[in-house]
């Protein structure tokens, strides 16, 4: 059974009680759709240092990412280790920039800027090696800067802990999710934002396996589903007055 928070209302008041916490978070760099999806599909099941190490030295090995289609997968797995599943991705890697070039006759994703976010999502989970979380990405944080929502390990059970989501739901089911509750205001830096702090949270405080609930800036209304058995029906609605994010805390 699915549990919600409260309102979808309740939404922007996660936000901004997880941002009196962590900070507004603001994207000081977007790299292009498809060094976005290549660093997405590197970043599956992979620590983000050692994803984003991986992607320093593939860029270096292949600046021109043409050339990394047309690079043997022994050799890209080389550059990419240890990424989990290093094997997989150095073969799955060149053949999504080869699809690419052969569905558009060029190495872009601008299109997908044009196109139904639902489309573009279908479209590149079409991609060897592209899930709903590698797609979001491309679509959410490049700068294609969509209305799309990451969902990855850390959000999706901060989300379904929340009541967000339900508690038994995929990836992609929790991306639609939480879009259907996003003020219809919020643009695609709004939910980078949410992605950002939601990450952080379940990163720090919102664990697998030992959550820090009563460190939680969230915990008065948070059900916690999956926590603990006997709590969780149990719905604590927010306190009428929330902290101005914008002030500084004392």
Not at 41 to 69: C, H, K, Q, S
Request: net charge negative.
């Amino acid at each position: 059974m699915l549990i919600r928070l409260a309102l979808p209302s309740d939404l922007p008041q996660v936000r901004d009680r997880l941002r009196a916490v962590f900070g507004p978070q603001r994207a000081d760099h977007r790299l292009d759709p498809v060094s976005q999806l290549i660093r997405a599909v590197l970043g599956v099941r992979t620590y983000d240092e050692v994803a984003w190490a991986a992607f320093i030295r593939l860029r270096a090995a292949y600046p021109n990412w043409t050339a990394l289609g047309e690079a043997e997968a022994d050799a890209v797995e080389q550059v990419i280790d240890p990424v989990t599943f290093a094997d997989q991705k150095a073969r799955q890697l060149p053949v999504l920039v080869r699809m690419i070039r052969l569905k558009r006759g060029d190495l872009e994703l601008d299109f997908l800027a044009h196109e139904p976010v639902d489309e573009a999502m279908a479209w590149l989970m079409r991609l060897p090696g592209v899930g709903p979380h590698a797609a979001a990405a491309t679509l959410n944080l490049s700068t294609l800067d969509q209305r799309a929502m990451v969902v990855d390990a850390h959000v999706n059970r901060v989300a379904r802990r929340l009541g967000l989501t339900a508690r038994q739901g995929d990836a992609a089911h929790a991306h639609d999710e939480i879009l259907d509750l996003a003020p219809d205001a919020w643009d695609g830096e709004a939910l980078a934002e949410l992605h950002h702090l939601m990450k952080a949270h379940g990163q720090s405080i919102c664990s697998h396996l030992d959550p820090a609930c009563t460190l939680c800036a969230l915990r008065e209304a948070c059900p916690r589903v999956g926590v603990t058995r006997d709590q969780e029906g149990e719905v604590v609605a927010f306190a009428p007055s929330l902290p101005d994010a914008s002030q500084p805390r004392v």
